[in-house]
């Protein structure tokens, strides 16, 4: 039988050259093209045995367990998982991307929250991501319905009334105990695989936005996220904009469609990113078809080299459906239909 052993080893070296030259593009680069940003170190881990390595947290239904998980052998293991964010009370997405996961035999979907606010399928879509996620992530809108809507715009702030009202009216006590538990308890921040989770960005995990023309508007905002992530974070993935895509620490920021493969980027320990995975129940970038992304996570036992590809998937789903539940409550404004027809 192999032997486990425990061990975390890390190397911070200033040395390692970029591999993609897309990351600084026409003299966007903050520091101009072809430089490092001063003081940024990109990171590297090492084993100290000949082993495979791979980060191992798990929260749900079942235990928690932290740590590096070490594996003799020099075998290259793979570990396939599934990302979705910003359901939105949209079931009709939902249903459709967790078809999608399933067709694809991943067992293990993590989300980043904001299961609900906005569609008008709240409870369905929590009791959903229970059952089928490993981790959920606090959003603002299921932060908003647990404790208050705060900043938000009167449609917002009436569609989290009405979601909570909905779990209130639930006749089954313990469903109904079961869902304000599960809302009172989401976590903010979520390590798994060498990946930080959030809701929203490193800084602030709950509330802040990302937007790509932070990088051009209010670098800062952007450069001061990456200096969040701590060594061991690989890769942060993000939702709360509703809008897929790759940010770069120069900074800068690609939407999947012009990755150089698009649809795909891959994360390597030479490259600090921020991965936007966009939103299931409600893309904000023009295009009203369903947004996740499939995660696959490779370490290399002879070398210790670890990288993991991101595929972006988009799925077209009953959004007429999903439209005219939300045009039949009252409380539920009818611009919260009409934006999924436009994709904004
Ligand atoms: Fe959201």
Redesign the pocket.
């Given at each position: 039988m192999a032997t486990l052993a425990w061990l975390c080893a890390y190397e911070l070296s200033n040395s390692c050259p970029r591999k993609r030259g897309h990351a600084i593009r026409n003299g966007m680069g903050a520091f101009g093209p072809g430089t490092r940003r001063p003081g940024l170190t990109a990171w590297r881990w090492r084993p100290s045995i000949d082993v495979s390595v791979r980060r191992v947290t798990s929260w749900g239904t079942g235990a928690r367990v932290g740590g590096w998980c070490a594996v003799a052998g020099n075998a290259t293991m793979a570990t396939t998982f599934a990302i979705i964010s910003?359901i939105?009370g949209n079931l009709e997405a939902l249903e459709t991307v967790l078809a999608d996961i399933q067709r694809r035999s991943i067992k293990e979907i993590f989300c980043l929250g904001?299961v609900v606010?906005y569609g008008a399928s709240p409870r369905e879509c929590l009791d959903l991501v229970i059952e089928t996620c490993a981790a959920t992530l606090c959003?603002?809108?299921d932060q908003a319905v647990f404790y208050e809507p705060c900043s938000f715009n009167i449609s917002a702030e009436r569609a989290a009334y009405w979601t909570r009202q909905t779990f209130e009216e639930e006749p089954n006590a313990a469903v109904r105990k079961r869902r304000w538990e599960v809302l009172g308890r989401l976590p903010y921040r979520y390590e798994v695989y060498g990946l930080l989770l959030v809701h929203a960005s490193p800084r602030r995990p709950v509330n802040e936005y990302l937007f790509a023309e932070d990088c051009y508007t209010n670098p800062s905002k952007i450069l001061a996220n990456f200096e969040r992530l701590e060594p061991q974070h690989m890769t942060c993935m993000v939702?709360?904009t509703?809008v897929p895509g790759v940010f770069l620490d120069d900074p800068y920021f690609e939407p999947p469609g012009e990755l150089p493969q698009a649809n795909r980027y891959t994360i390597t320990e030479d490259e600090k990113a921020i991965i936007n995975v966009g939103?299931v129940g409600?893309p904000r970038d023009r295009d009203v078809r369903a947004s996740y992304v499939v995660v696959t996570t490779n370490t290399d036992g002879s070398n210790g080299e670890y990288h993991a590809e991101v595929e972006f998937v988009r799925l077209e789903y009953d959004i007429d459906k999903a439209v005219k539940k939300i045009f039949a409550v009252a409380e539920l404004d009818d611009f919260l239909g009409t934006r999924l027809l436009d994709g904004r």
């Open positions: 910003d939105h904001d606010g959003g603002n809108h939702g709360h509703h939103s409600q």
